[in-house]
């Protein structure tokens, strides 16, 4: 049997996803650091610890660490709290925020703006690990890799707070954001569950249906040989290619701005409308198989290979973006 210097790294990953080594030697030591996804799949296993859920103690502490990982990276990230009235009451929540200013003058005037984002909180159920530390992790590898080049666009990302209460923190965010900034927003990039479903998928918004930025993902993603798609359709309440709205790409979505919104999940199965995300064990979705251990026992190795393909198509997008 030959092993490929790719198939080495898919086998010591899977040695540290199985428990082979512990999971503290891996982040004192990162194997193969470069490997695609493996920075990513770091970060899932850092936050499979607790559920974040929204208004918590908890969710608190996942903000703060997602903000220490940021500035390990050398961004500037602030915390962006917010409130709202859910029963009645007033509840507490929190965004990341992290804004990098383009490293080079842009031909064009004003600066144009790419957002990408991904909630952290998660319910009760589980860990929260494909919904949505995965999403978290792929934003954060992104964001360690393009750091180094030259960009001449404005670069935000967002860790959402309070995405399982009603989209709160992406709505609080649109909600600041001014008519300019709005305006030079070319992108919105999200990232939501991206480790569990049986197939890889890129949404553009149902809203207001601009589908450029989907399309140079799936242009990156068939470079690269990558099996991300578009949904199909299959349901009529869905238009293929497009997000129904859920999850927090659909309020960037109805603020006018372009968006593509990564998931994984199975958009030809039950209702055909992306709710069940594996044909042989139905949902994990908001239930306690949401964590990495089962995960990985019931898809082994998905994860990993999930983290990898799009982590790669996002950065992709980002660095060869020429506004
Ligand atoms: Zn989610």
């Not at 390990?72 to 804004?99: D, K, M």
């Not at 960009?151 to 709160?168: K, M, N, P, S, T």
């Amino acid at each position: 049997m030959r092993l490929g210097r790719k198939a080495l790294a898919l086998l010591i990953v899977t040695a540290v996803a199985i428990g082979l080594m512990a999971p503290a030697a891996m982040a004192a030591k990162p194997l193969l650091p470069n490997e695609m996804g493996v920075r990513a799949y770091y970060y899932v296993q850092e936050l499979n610890v607790e559920s974040r859920v929204a208004e918590t103690a908890a969710e608190v502490r996942g903000a703060e660490k997602v903000k220490g990982w940021f500035e390990e990276l050398g961004y500037e990230a602030e915390i962006q709290p917010f409130s709202y009235v859910r029963g009645e009451q007033t509840r507490n929540s929190q965004n990341v925020v992290v804004f990098s200013p383009a490293s080079k003058k842009p031909k064009t005037s004003p600066t144009p703006m790419v957002i990408v984002g991904a909630h952290y909180d998660s319910v009760a159920a589980g860990m929260g690990a494909d919904d949505n530390a995965s999403g978290v992790g792929a934003m954060l590898e992104i964001a360690e890799r393009i750091r180094p080049f030259t960009r001449q666009y404005d670069l935000v990302f967002i860790a959402f707070g309070a995405e399982e209460r009603g989209l709160r923190g992406a709505n609080y965010y649109v909600s600041q954001m001014s008519e300019e900034d709005i305006e030079r927003t070319i992108a919105m990039v999200n990232f939501d569950s991206l480790i569990t479903g049986d197939k890889l998928y890129v949404h553009a918004g149902q809203a207001n249906r601009i589908t450029w930025v989907r399309d140079e993902m799936l242009k990156y993603a068939e470079r690269h040989k990558l099996p991300i798609e578009i949904q199909p359709g299959l349901n009529p309440d869905y238009p293929a290619g497009f997000s129904p709205g859920f999850s927090d790409v659909a309020v960037f979505d109805r603020a006018g701005i372009p968006v593509a919104g990564f998931e994984a999940t199975n958009w030809e199965i039950d209702d055909m409308d992306g709710y069940t995300q594996t044909e042989e064990f139905g949902s994990f979705w908001h239930t306690s198989r949401d964590n990495l251990a089962t995960i990985e026992e019931m898809v082994p190795g998905r994860p990993m290979v999930r983290l990898a393909a799009f982590t790669k198509v996002g950065f992709e997008f980002l660095r060869h973006l020429k506004p």
